[in-house]
């Protein structure tokens, strides 16, 4: 039998997070009504031109410096010809020869838990294209391009992976940065970031390439993981039975789990790229591109290393390290000198679900890192409960205040005081002298049910440790 | 006075500023001129008779505005400028229904200068042609001569303002669509330098050569024009930041310091002879009135139409591409299957030209193909862009013919469009270059047609090339009305 192995490159795009389309200033949100973000510019009007939006560039520039790309100071946009219903001019804008960026890797963990790294070919711009609604029950097929000139980057990988285990993790990996470094949103299902694999066999040690298979349009780890593995097993197939493979472009059926033939190399498009004069060549100064790295986050691998140090739960950490404002936000909070496992659990419990429900940026939140820290402090100091917190949390957040001021206003602060406890304690011992008999009979469970007396006589405010403690010693067996 | 219709818009805009015109008057016999003179020339393929009216008379209500340069004043559009509520079809079937929703910038900029677009005018199909006998709606005729070609693609704008239905006519040159019907036509026509003028909303045939220009009797007219249309536009990445110089109140030139170069590769060519003789009168006349006239080579425009034809129909091939009735425009019922959609669509909606050009063009950019022609194609467009900067180093505007020939007679090159592309050589170099050129009529050859010449100037150099232009204005005054009926 053959020893084959799997040569496997992708090519990986990721709509950027911009607010507004590659060449016009429609808005590139998701879900709304059919051919409503729409101008003459991306529904290909006559005469309609483009003109770059430059935080796509800048984002474009930012994937490509966090890979270790370099980035070109002058690169081009070409116009991709081909007709499809869905295409408004009749070509994509693209980006050929120089792309944005070129070379750099990814590192990624491998399945014996070494490291791995796949090298990069390029990262390049383009526009996206629309998307057409077959009604099968109507008989029709319409049109919609709402999705028409989203910027794209394109990722494209050198055939460096050789698994379907390396080509999920490296996609985890890159899907993670980018969503890290808020170049993307990443919301795969909406096609947010989609993955062609390319992929051949051959003799395991040739240094020689054989011919691909190109599976396009791959839009969740699972598919890319079960479509390699059906290509792997129909590829070696050829192979064992002498049939040579063909050079194709295959679909993916997620249903049946299997590739098949969208069209072969006789069939594939001649795409007449030139460049697109309605456009001039994309000029980023060097101090442009210097600025941007310096501007560059520190690393998930590194900020992760520092937030194991600071002894963080793993839920946290993987929290934190979603999205780059999270650990700002984090970081900023714990520059105001706040315990951080405190700060760590009021953003993961409170705080980023707050921020997630009102749809905005930590950054941007009324409660600014500062505020939350205090709130650290607070809870850290046992000053106000948890429960407390909790429960006023969505006045703090609003607020835009400090906390500690508002919390005291609102008469929040816990009662620790014996004094006012005891007699709170006393009183309900009073009101409910069956319970305390039972309890001073040796019916420890009792406890909890007079402890929630308390914490309702006070309000919530009394501290329910030291409630504990008065109530076992009103109540404790006299005298013997 | 003078027929309204027969006023420049110097002389139109004088009268209206001091109130002795009203501007409904001037629109009205635009309008006049445009119904009496239609049946002859067919220049129009739509006016404007409601709007434009509507407009005059809130003009005259409000009073003269004399900081708007083109106050009160009718002018003609090429049917390639979007503008809202007119159709605007290109010459082709395939939009002959399409109304666009948005204004092109060139137009936005009239509208603000104060012009009235009284109608649009005819062309060759997408500007594609040299006659706008492929117009997909009717043939414009030369008014000096009905059975004769007005040139093209703007042979409507060129024909509508030779024929004194309009002042002035907004046109567009690719490959010499402004200065050759200006030259057919016996009036003065501008090509801005590539950037000079926003190409937003025009709809587009060869993209890194396309501008838009005005066609005028004077060339003091093109100038203001000129003012009113240039300078950046944030929707045209391809639209110049550069300062707009003034373009209307030019300085005087001395006969005596000029120089202009005349390339032999043109100037040594065959000509007709009525043409070669007109253009020897010019240049003794040149020469009388002390121009310094000397030999300068463009070595490499020999190549221009060939350059021209592959760069100009590969980016067509493309701008085209949009045109497949599934959105707007002309759409094939017939076929249910999308394929068939796309072919019918286009192969009943777009004419023979536009079809020869978009093949050629699709074959240029094919696999296989680019390098020997697409990329040599580009590769020689800088050599000439070269020929040009030394030239200028040698002379300070280039002096070229417009046409070796007079405008010839409708069909006579319609079977034999090589021919034809090859009439195009001394037009297309000037696109290549990217650089601003002007036509201007020397006068009649011996068959009563009129004869143009080309200044040629630098890169956005347009200012001197209006002031070397009217020097030679003064030398070729400007052409009586044509004999029309």
Redesign the interface.
Known sequence: MLDLEPVIGLEIHAQLLTRTKLFCACPTEFGAEPNSNIC?VC??????????NGKALELAATAGLALGSRVNSRSLFS?K?Y?Y?DL????QTSQLDPPICEGGSLSFRTADGGTKSARLNRVHLEDDAGKCVHDEKRGVSL?DLNRAGTPLIEIVTEPDLSSSYEAMEFLKKLHALLVFLKVTEGRMEEGEFRCDVNISLRPRGSSQLGVRGEIKNLNSFKFVGQAIEYEIVRQTALYERGEPVLQETLHFDSRKGETRSLRSKEEAH?Y???PQ????PVVVPEATIEALRRGLPESPERARERLVALGLREAQIALLLERVEFLEYFDQALAQGGESGKIASLMEELFLPQCQKEGISPLEAPMKPAFLASLAKILASGAVGRRKIQELFGELYLSGRDPAALLEAKGASQISDEGALREIVAGVIAKFPQDARKYAAGEEKVLSFLVGKVMKESGGRANPQKAAELLKAELAPRGV | MPELYDLTLEAARELLLKREVKVEELVLASLERIRVTEPQVSACLATREEEALELARDMDREGPAPEKILWGLPLSAKDVFCLPGTPTTAGSRMLENYRPTFEATVLTKLREAGAIIVCKTNLDEFAMGSTTEFSAYKPTRNPWNLARVPGGSSGGAAAGVAARQVPGGLGTDTGGSIRQPAAFCGCVGLKPSYGRVSRYGIVAYGSSLDQAGPLTRTVADAGRILSAISGPDGKDSTCSNLPVPDFVNLASRDPRALTLGLPPEFWDGEFDPAVREALDRALAELRDAGVTLKSVSLPRVPYGVATYYILASAEASTNLARYDGVRYGFRASESSELAGLYRDSRSKGLGQEAQRRILLGTFVLSSGYYDAYYKKAAQIRRLIQEDFVKAFGEADFILAPVSSIPPWPFGAFTEDPLTQYQLDVMTVPLNLAGCPGLSLPVGLGADGLPVGVQLWGPSFGEQGLLEAGSLLEKIFPPLPAPPLK
């Open positions: 003459e529904s290909g009007q006559p005469g309609a031109l483009p003109r770059m116009r010809n007709f219903p408004p001019n009749g070509f049109v001649d007449r790229y030139f004069p309605d456009l001039p």
